[in-house]
């Protein structure tokens, strides 16, 4: 099974940023140009996309959706997950159409459950779940609220619903360098029967190999963030590592 390094490009007001545990008000600014910074991952041997609208994450709508239907376009081949604000079947339908592979379905996934088999009959092979928890429970609207939901015990929900993956985010970790919750993502996992993509404290090579080593518990793949824009993960590396057979 292939094991992806995927680069997360979150976007705020236009920027690519990257917070701190999923606050809005710590956030660094990475680059000012989404496109040209799609571009530096994909010659670094990116082979898929993770894209988050933050302000649609917390307004529930696309609010960053023309820089995102430009990297989609610019990247023809190359697929792309999006998350944050996809609460509708119109804005997934818009989305697909200007060429965005997965959409991530997050808050609505906790508040309407139902919503993903919507998506699922409606966009078959496109939808995937954001179980994004805090303490093993999932939080919603860009992390600004906590459920009292299990993420082990919603992720089992989606299991017959034709979900392409779980993207699971340790929030605790998120941003913070601290390593991956290996435990927590190989426990949703075998739990859900569906393919994970881990996300959430990956800082180092050492933690893409103690993935992959877990990958037959069905972890596809890891989203890194602040590690590859702050260097102490190199993206090339680390795929060149998940494709090894080590």
């Not at 610019?74 to 509708?88: K, Y």
């Amino acid at each position: 099974m292939t094991f992806l390094v995927i680069p997360a490009i979150d976007l705020k007001d236009g920027e690519c940023v990257r917070l701190r545990q999923g606050r809005m008000e710590e956030s660094t600014v990475f680059s000012q140009d989404p496109l040209a910074m799609a571009a530096h991952w994909v010659a670094a041997g990116a082979r898929r996309l993770h894209l988050v609208d933050l302000n649609g994450a917390f307004a529930g709508n696309p609010v960053n959706g023309e820089i995102i239907t430009a990297i989609s376009r610019r990247f023809p081949q190359l697929p792309i997950q999006i998350g944050g604000g996809i609460r509708s079947l119109e804005t997934a339908e818009r989305y697909l159409a200007a060429g965005v592979s997965h959409l991530i379905i997050g808050t609505q996934a906790v508040k309407q459950p139902s919503f993903v088999a919507e998506a699922c009959r409606a966009f078959p092979g496109h939808i995937m779940v954001g179980l994004d928890a805090r303490g093993g429970r999932v939080a919603t609207e860009g992390w600004a609220e906590q459920s009292g939901i299990e993420a082990v015990q919603l992720a089992r929900q989606f299991a017959d619903c034709g979900v392409s993956a779980l993207i699971y985010t340790d929030i605790g970790r998120d941003g913070m360098m601290q390593g991956v919750n290996i435990e927590a993502t190989v426990e949703l996992a075998r739990a859900a029967a569906i393919p994970v993509i881990a996300s959430g404290g990956v800082t180092s090579i050492d933690d893409i190999r103690a993935l992959k080593k877990v990958a037959s518990s069905g972890i596809i793949g890891a989203i890194t963030g602040r590690a590859i824009y702050e260097g102490s993960l190199d993206l090339a590396a680390a795929q060149r590592l998940a494709d090894s057979e080590e």
